[in-house]
């Protein structure tokens, strides 16, 4: 089992940029993959981006559009969501998660949860 704590973000002005930190307790860090999601006020939960067990592929959502950067550090049981260009349509609460197994955009296949943390982009 392994838990997740989220942070960073905050409040962004339209255009700037921040990072989301994903740091994990419990064993064998390396074996998950790492996806990060987001939700916003009255709309469901949705996938940003995933990152292998080994960091050696990634994979993002269209919406992103080279704008976030995942990654991950195993040595320091740490994943980390790198938001840039960010538009108001980007607020929502981030949300790191972990599974076993290969890459998927699907939040029903993750099996570990943050509690997530606010990105607000002010226009």
């Known amino acids: 089992q392994v838990q997740l704590v989220e942070s960073g973000g905050g409040l962004v002005q339209f255009g700037g940029s921040t990072g989301l930190s994903c740091t994990a307790s419990g064993r064998a860090f390396s074996k998950y993959v790492m996806g990060w999601f987001r939700q916003a006020p009255g709309k469901e939960r949705e996938f940003v981006a995933a990152?292998?067990?080994?960091?050696?592929?990634?994979q993002y959502a269209d919406f992103v559009k080279g704008r976030f950067t995942i990654s991950r550090d195993n040595a320091a049981n740490t994943a980390w969501l790198q938001l840039t260009s960010l538009k108001p349509e980007d607020t929502a609460v981030y949300f790191c998660?972990?599974?076993?197994?290969?890459?998927?955009?699907?939040?029903?296949?993750?099996?570990?949860w943050g509690q997530g943390t606010q990105v607000t982009v002010s226009s």
């Open positions: 990152i292998t067990s080994s960091g050696d592929a990634t």
């Open positions: 998660a972990a599974k076993v197994g290969g890459l998927t955009v699907s939040s029903d296949w993750y099996d570990y």
